[in-house]
């Protein structure tokens, strides 16, 4: 019997992580990626919320998920392996900002991690900034708007 790709796939996951960080992946393979509360998530899926963070921590360490944290804003999912030769390239992978100038009209990608370092650029407070990409403001510095967030595909 030949077996699939897939399959190989997630026995290698299975043969690498304990089971319960194997349900983990399977769940959040189910989920894709996107942006989840833990809390809530955890309570619906009947999970034990420390369990859970600790196999998200286990398997972004084996490079089988990407992601990163926001408090109160939860985790952002960007990337899930999806076969054994599949690596995650931050550079590639990583979630983007798009932002409008507009007075210019023109577009400004700003990758996750690199919010704080366009501001102080650009002469503007970071903490500020930042929100404004989480969206708590439509407008920032009365000529930007935000027309992608990093949770939008």
Known sequence: MQISK????????????????????????????????????????????????????????????????????GILLWWIKQDIDDKSSFKENAPRWVISNNETKEKEEIMLGEEELW?????????TFKNF?????????EKYELVKSITQD
């Open 6 to 73: 897939k399959l190989q796939f997630l026995a290698s996951v299975r043969k690498e992580n304990s089971n319960a960080d194997t349900v983990t992946f399977l769940i959040l393979n189910e989920l894709g990626c996107g942006q989840y509360a833990l809390p809530e998530l955890c309570s619906q899926l009947e999970l034990a919320r420390s369990n859970f963070n600790a196999s998200l921590i286990r398997l972004r360490r084996k490079e089988f998920i990407a992601y990163s944290s926001h408090s109160s804003n």
């Open 133 to 141: 990409l989480f969206g708590r403001t439509k407008f920032f510095a």
């Open 119 to 127: 501001a102080l650029k650009n002469g503007y407070n970071a903490g």
